[in-house]
Nanobody
């Protein structure tokens, strides 16, 4: 079993910053990918950023240059530093951990609300 616990969401004014954290615990294969997704009201969940255990990263075009994903292997924690926030960044942000051992294992956090006021 794997558990993901997110923290760091909240209310911020446009142009402000927030840092999200997601701590993973349980049986985690060392080769994995962790990431952040978000879902705004009435919209589908979308990828924000991912980071592989080897360090390579991937970002949605809408957040490139503003958001930075990083991870601490020792703590099994992934972070999302969000700067220059915009009202359109308002969403519930979900942490994800995935790895493949004979089959794909896919885990989600409970979600944390990020609200950016104009």
């Amino acid at each position: 079993q794997v558990q993901l616990v997110e923290s760091g969401g909240g209310l911020v004014q446009a142009g402000g910053s927030l840092r999200l954290s997601c701590a993973a615990s349980g049986s985690i294969f060392s080769s994995n990918v962790m990431g952040w997704y978000r879902q705004a009201p009435g919209k589908q969940r979308e990828l924000v950023a991912t980071i592989f255990s080897g360090g390579s990263t991937n970002y949605a075009d809408s957040v490139k240059g503003r958001f930075t994903i990083s991870r601490d292997h020792a703590k099994n924690t992934v972070y999302l530093e969000m700067n220059s926030l915009k009202p359109e960044d308002t969403a519930v942000y979900y942490c994800n951990l995935a790895f493949f051992v004979l089959k794909k294992y896919d885990y989600w956090g409970q979600g944390t609300q990020v609200t950016v006021s104009s």
